[in-house]
């Protein structure tokens, strides 16, 4: 099918954003000079234009025009297995912030839920089986950089020091940490990583532009059988993941 005219003008303008022909703060063609160029009328013009700022492309500036918006230096989202088997004290992404320099923390609350379907099915269990859930806010230099919602079988951690996640003696350790310390030894962690488009909530707590994508990464951690699973959201002009993979 022929590609709508907006479109065809979005790509153009996105093609000349991403390889730099068009540098952050740069001011994108107007309205009239769009309509020329392209042979449109103003209302395809002004669709294009809407189209490239729902990405988070450009963003208006009122009586002043629209410009290509500034993005975050993107930084390296490092997910080593390896690192997470020898048993760290501090977290995961505590350790990644260390490395780049930056204070890394998060917001965790916990509530007492049951399995969904999709959860019941990756953790192991049945539907309704009770969990606990916990929506994490990750911060880095108090910024909110990334989001996370887990899911922990109440059967496994009922009653014992790591029921919540965040709080007792071994908080912020680690899932690896944590469940070793109530004697179930993490084997395997399970990761799929897929690609969307936010969801209103998330961009507002990310202070990302609707239409924004995000990478979701969709991790259970098993050993005779999972013990956790987790959506981690990660926004795409700030993250590019890693993945380090001991070979034996």
């Known amino acids: 099918m022929t590609q709508p005219a907006y479109q065809r003008i979005a790509d153009d303008l996105r093609k000349q954003i991403i390889d730099g022909h068009l540098a952050p703060g740069d001011r994108i063609p107007s309205r009239p000079q769009l309509r020329e160029t392209y042979g449109v009328s103003d209302a395809v013009a002004i669709q294009a234009v809407r189209l490239l700022v729902s990405e988070g492309y450009v963003q208006a500036r009122s009586g002043s025009g629209t410009y290509v918006r500034?993005?975050?230096?993107?930084?390296?989202?490092?997910?080593?297995?390896?690192?997470?088997?020898?048993?760290?004290?501090?977290?995961?992404?505590?350790?990644?912030?260390?490395?780049?320099?930056?204070?890394?923390?998060?917001?965790?609350?916990?509530?007492?839920?049951?399995?969904?379907?999709?959860?019941?099915?990756?953790?192991?269990?049945?539907?309704?089986?009770?969990?606990?859930?916990?929506?994490?806010?990750?911060?880095?230099?108090?910024?909110?950089?990334?989001?996370?919602?887990?899911?922990?079988?109440?059967?496994?951690?009922?009653?014992?020091?790591?029921?919540?996640?965040?709080?007792?003696?071994?908080?912020?350790?680690?899932?690896?940490?944590?469940?070793?310390?109530?004697?179930?030894?993490?084997?395997?962690?399970?990761?799929?990583?897929?690609?969307?488009?936010?969801?209103?909530?998330?961009?507002?707590?990310?202070?990302e532009p609707i239409g924004s994508i995000v990478m979701v990464i969709q991790r259970t951690y098993s050993g005779n059988r999972p013990v956790e699973t987790a959506d981690i959201v990660v926004p795409t002009d700030r993250y590019e993941l890693a993945y380090v993979i001991p070979v034996e």
């Open 70 to 207: 500034e993005h975050p230096k993107v930084r390296r989202l490092t997910r080593s297995w390896y690192r997470e088997a020898r048993g760290r004290a501090s977290s995961p992404f505590r350790a990644d912030m260390e490395a780049q320099g930056r204070a890394g923390a998060w917001r965790s609350p916990s509530e007492t839920t049951t399995a969904t379907p999709a959860v019941a099915e990756r953790l192991g269990i049945t539907e309704g089986d009770p969990v606990m859930q916990t929506k994490y806010t990750f911060l880095a230099d108090d910024q909110p950089v990334m989001l996370s919602t887990s899911w922990e079988p109440l059967e496994i951690t009922r009653g014992t020091p790591v029921m919540l996640p965040e709080q007792g003696p071994h908080a912020g350790a680690g899932v690896v940490a944590r469940m070793r310390a109530i004697g179930r030894e993490v084997e395997l962690a399970t990761e799929v990583v897929t690609a969307r488009s936010i969801h209103a909530a998330e961009a507002e707590l990310l202070d």
